[in-house]
């Protein structure tokens, strides 16, 4: 079976490190990964130093798994490169805009996917990190990004020392339309979420968090509009210090 229909999120690893030789097979060989007019628009950044997680952990919430991974990897839009090399080849680069950072950003989450499949298939276990977003100044402070890079995406990856369960997904005809964009009405909605919402680990989350629906758990306590607003603000201030507005 396809490891894509069997895998995991990761947050909890054995003290085993990942070794170097593996990591690197493994970051060389996502490397095949499509990109915008093969210019491989990312970076990686390669955090082991317990120290340096240390100082990463407040951008991603202090979550356990920033500190406790062998190896923690952020993934930068990266503009900068491609701009000093056209800088020192008497050309003239124009990528400081914010289609650069849409195409740098896109280059970036393609390398993670596939860097993340690759791991898997290893056997080691990964957690994509949501946060990198949410506060990119205090990443963009620790590991000191220049201008023209910018963190878009954080894995944490080790040795597994947990099999958590699947986490849901929606069913294939919630997201494929055929031809064109069908928009949602109450009854597709209803089709499209109602196994989710029967879960009863789904029902045990409404009620701890003592709401009535699972979209209230996202609108009023997860992902507030008040939240969202707030760290889009810190977004677009952190961009315009690197260079992308």
Known sequence: MNTLQTRHTIRKYTAKDVDEM??????????RTPTMGNLQLYSVVITRSK????QLAPAHFNQPMVTDAPVVLTICADYRRTTVWAEHRNATPGY????SFMNATTDGLLYTQTLCNLA???GLGTCFLGTTLYMPQIIIDVLQLPRLVFPVATITMGWPAENPMQTDRLPLRAMVHQERFEDYTAERIDD???AKEALEVNKNFVEINRK???AQVFTDIKYTKKDNEAMSKSLLEALHQQGFL
């Not at 593996?22 to 490397?31: G, H």
């Not at 400081?96 to 289609?99: G, R």
């Open 22 to 31: 593996l990591l690197n097979r493994l970051l060389e060989t996502a490397e």
């Open 51 to 54: 120290a340096v997680k240390e």
């Open 96 to 99: 400081a805009n914010f289609l």
């Open 120 to 122: 898997e298939a290893e």
């Open 192 to 194: 499209f979420y109602r």
């Open 212 to 214: 009535e629906t699972l």
